[in-house]
Antibody, heavy 122, light 107 residues
Framework: EVQLLESGGGLVQPGGSLRLSCAAS????????MSWVRQAPGKGLEWVSA????????YYADSVKGRFTISRDNSRDTLYLQMNSLRAEDTALYYC???????????????WGQGTLVTISA | EIVLTQSPGTLSLSPGERATLSCRAS???????LAWYQQKPGQAPRLLIY???SRATGIPDRFSGSGSGTDFTLTINRLEPEDFAVYYC????????FGLGTRVEIK
């Protein structure tokens, strides 16, 4: 059974940093593109970032480019999101999600974690 | 930047009725990159449809997707109580953009 478990969320002041983690199990992690998607309170879904299985290709939404860094440790089956220069508008529930098919750079997201809440406030 | 516009914003229907949800792209897109997700309160999204018309694993056949170019549709035949939720379309080409969602509520 595929499982994705996010952690690392919390309350941070504007301008601060936070590192999210997503521990994966139940599939061959290194073979799949992984993504972060966020959802502000009461709002819709916003794709944030994606990373290929080999870490060779990274993708970012314009809203986070230059501030967020996605990475992975395939030896630990873990995905990360380093978030710097945080803003109030980054407040959201952050989900990690797995691509539908192996080695698929552009894929629908077929498994999601339950999310970790990031709150940016003074 | 391609924008996905979902309509209506809210759909009020009774169990047993058919729901027709629209997702319109601001320019023509490849249907192989169009997905639909369902999200219930307090839950993560669930993939329903990918490639515009292929059902994900375990999705009941009352859910169907169709469309091409700029216009895509998610149809839910014979609404069950558990189908009342918010539905999002997503274009998962290089833009990876989501629509704003359609809420299907009990009338």
């Amino acid at each position: 059974e595929v499982q994705l478990l996010e952690s690392g969320g919390g309350l941070v002041q504007p301008g601060g940093s936070l590192r999210l983690s997503c521990a994966a199990s139940g599939f061959t992690f290194r073979n799949y593109v992984m993504s972060w998607v966020r959802q502000a309170p009461g709002k819709g879904l916003e794709w944030v970032s994606a990373l290929s299985g080999s870490s060779g290709s990274t993708y970012y939404a314009d809203s986070v480019k230059g501030r967020f860094t996605i990475s992975r440790d395939n030896s630990r089956d873990t995905l990360y999101l380093q978030m710097n220069s945080l803003r109030a508008e980054d407040t959201a529930l952050y989900y990690c999600a797995k691509a539908l098919a192996e080695h698929q750079l552009l894929g629908a997201l077929d498994h999601w974690g339950q999310g970790t809440l990031v709150t940016i406030s003074a | 930047e391609i924008v996905l516009t979902q309509s209506p914003g809210t759909l009020s229907l009774s169990p047993g009725e058919r729901a027709t949800l629209s997702c319109r792209a601001s320019q023509s897109v490849s249907s192989i990159y169009l997905a639909w997700y369902q999200q219930k309160p307090g839950q993560a999204p669930r993939l329903l449809i990918y490639g515009a018309s292929s059902r994900a694993t375990g999705i009941p056949d009352r859910f169907s997707g169709s469309g091409s170019g700029t216009d895509f549709t998610l149809t839910i035949n014979r609404l069950e109580p558990e189908d009342f939720a918010v539905y999002y379309c997503q274009l998962y080409d290089s833009s990876r953009t989501f629509g704003l969602g359609t809420r299907v509520e009990i009338k």
